[in-house]
Antibody, heavy 115, light 108 residues
């Protein structure tokens, strides 16, 4: 079964860091484009970052310079390193497979940035 | 950046109705448009990609149309399970910055 499972969310103070993980089963993350999308409480969806199969990366302007997307093919896992976190980064973070639109999603992990 | 504008923001309908949601792009995105359904507390679920291609397993009462800057999602014969929030998304192959519409809440 094709599946994505996120982990690593939690409560962090402003200015802090957090690393999210997204472990895949049923396919290989290294062979696909992979992406992160977030959703602030009660709000819509916001694309965050993308990594191509060739490791080229892209970021939304709102996170550029603070977030880093990467993957470990040996663990079949996608990551999102989040630094200099701000209260407006508070959201549910989803990873997804990008295969002509986002066809497989994880269940999401909540990140709360608050003092 | 490409902006996506969905309308309406909220749509009230009844079981058995036919409804249409519109999505407009700020520039030409050809057919690089997807539609997602999201239920409370759940991840989004892809319904349609390339503007009109139904994802495998999605009921045929869902359909998408349009190209360029104007797109529509139509749901025929609404079922109780269809009441959810719907998002359009552009994924223009020439721009890696994907954009979602603000969402349309379909309520009973």
């Amino acid at each position: 079964e094709v599946q994505l499972v996120e982990s690593g969310g939690g409560l962090v103070q402003p200015g802090g860091s957090l690393r999210l993980s997204c472990t895949a089963s049923g396919f290989t993350v290294g062979d696909d484009y992979m992406t992160w999308v977030r959703q602030a409480p009660g709000k819509g969806l916001e694309w965050v970052s993308l990594i191509y199969s060739g490791d080229t990366t892209y970021y939304a302007d709102s996170v550029k310079g603070r977030f880093t997307i990467s993957r470990d093919n040996s663990k079949n896992t996608l990551y999102l390193q989040m630094n200099s976190l701000r209260p407006d980064d508070t959201a549910v973070y989803y990873c997804a497979r990008d295969r002509d639109a986002f066809d497989v999603w994880g269940q999401g992990t909540m990140v709360t940035v608050s003092s | 950046d490409i902006q996506m504008t969905q309308s309406p923001s909220t749509l009230s309908a009844s079981v058995g109705d036919r409804v249409t949601i519109t999505c407009r792009a700020s520039q030409n995105i050809w057919s690089w448009l997807a539609w997602y359904q999201q239920k409370p507390g759940k991840a989004p679920n892809l319904l349609i990609h390339k503007a009109s291609t139904l994802k495998s397993g999605v009921p045929s009462r869902f359909s998408g149309s349009g190209s360029g800057t104007e797109f529509t999602l139509t749901i025929n014969s609404l079922q109780p399970d269809d009441f959810a929030t719907y998002y359009c998304q552009q994924y223009n192959g020439h721009s890696p910055a994907y954009t979602f519409g603000q969402g349309t809440k379909l309520e009973i």
